[in-house]
Nanobody, 116 residues
Framework: QVQLVESGGGLVQPGGSLKLSCAAS????????MGWYRQVPGKERELVAT??????NIADSVKGRFTISRDYVKNMVYLQMNGLIPEDTAVYYC???????????WGKGTLVTVSS
């Protein structure tokens, strides 16, 4: 059973920083894409950032403020969030796509609240 466990969420003031971490349990053939999505109550889950091989995909709303990185040996993915604004408040979910079988895995989410 693949598990993704997020950590690092919390309350931060506008302009502050947080770093989210996601630890994925081992999977036989590894993961292709890993990344982060976020969701606000009443809205659809939206992509924040993904990383696959040497390529990253960053949402326009966070470009220049958020950075995604990955440790392929430890099966971990990180999201460094700088210059946080209240609109970044959401539950952040870790995502991973298994290479084989091609399945999507999700963490339970970690809450990020940006407020003064």
């Amino acid at each position: 059973q693949v598990q993704l466990v997020e950590s690092g969420g919390g309350l931060v003031q506008p302009g502050g920083s947080l770093k989210l971490s996601c630890a994925a349990s081992e999977i036989r053939f590894g993961f292709n894409t890993m990344g982060w999505y976020r969701q606000v109550p009443g809205k659809e889950r939206e992509l924040v950032a993904t990383i696959s091989g040497g390529s990253t995909n960053i949402a326009d709303s966070v470009k220049g403020r958020f950075t995604i990185s990955r440790d392929y040996v430890k099966n971990m993915v990180y999201l460094q969030m700088n210059g946080l604004i209240p609109e970044d408040t959401a539950v952040y979910y870790c995502y991973a796509e298994g290479i084989w079988p091609r399945m999507d895995y999700w963490g339970k989410g970690t809450l990020v609240t940006v407020s003064s």
